[in-house]
Nanobody
């Protein structure tokens, strides 16, 4: 069973920064895809970005240039650094893991959500204007 536990959410003013963490047991596997998703009330879940087992990252257009995904295998932790936050970034943020191969699969709408069998419980990010 893969464990994923998010932390680091909170409230911040527009233009501020937050770093989310996801403690995970995924690093015992050779090939994986880790992703950050978010969901705001009344909106569809949105893929924020992904990182695969060799460190390749990819981001949604809505966060590109502002958000950075990284991982520390030794610390068993996935990170999401969020800068220049906007009120529209307000959402519950989730980390998720997929084992569909050595890379992360994307569609035109974002990461292929059906691949992700393991999810954390989420952490809330609120950005005020």
């Amino acid at each position: 069973q893969v464990q994923l536990v998010e932390s680091g959410g909170g409230s911040v003013q527009a233009g501020g920064s937050l770093r989310l963490s996801c403690a995970t047991s995924v690093y015992t596997y050779s090939n994986y895809c880790l992703a950050w998703f978010r969901q705001a009330p009344g909106k569809e879940r949105e893929g924020v970005g992904t990182i695969d087992s060799i460190g390749r990252t990819r981001y949604a257009d809505s966060v590109g240039g502002r958000f950075t995904i990284s991982q520390d295998n030794a610390e068993n932790t996935l990170y999401l650094q969020m800068n220049s936050l906007k009120p529209e970034d307000t959402a519950m943020y989730y980390c998720a893991a997929a084992f569909s191969g050595a890379y992360c699969r994307w569609t035109a709408r974002g990461p292929w959500a059906a691949d992700f069998a393991y999810w954390g419980q989420g952490t809330q990010v609120t950005v005020s204007s």
